[in-house]
């Protein structure tokens, strides 16, 4: 069974990185809920959406974990994203080919080797003022 620092680091690399969406389902627990910078409480199956639609943005997304600190059964991890804004997707501004950089926090509850629940934190103006909107 994966330690919470090793499920976290699977999940940035296979399912961002690697851009594997079955990686979500083998991840996270049927019952998981991640709970976005945005307001949004995502179920398994609602985050795969999520994931499409962000790559459907940022096809070359890439996401680098920084630095992170492990409790018992509970993982923070401080991570930055780059790539490039190609694709349009409702909610964001259309398509600028403009280079993005984001760090943002994710805290990441374990049990029984999968992720159960998880909470997302990053700067959403700061996105929103590199794809070329006024915020």
Known sequence: MP?????ARQWFEEVWNKKDASAIVAL?????????ADGVVRTRESFAEFHRLMLGAVPDLRATIDQ????????AVHWTVTGTHTGTVTGLPPASGRAIELTGLTMVRVSDGLIVE???DYDAASLM???G???
């Open 118 to 120: 998880g909470w997302d």
């Open 133 to 135: 909107a006024t915020v």
């Open 28 to 36: 996270s627990a049927p019952d998981m809920k991640a709970f976005g």
């Open 3 to 7: 330690s919470p620092v090793n499920l």
């Open 129 to 131: 003022r590199q794809l």
């Open 68 to 75: 992170s600190v492990q409790g018992r059964d509970m993982i």
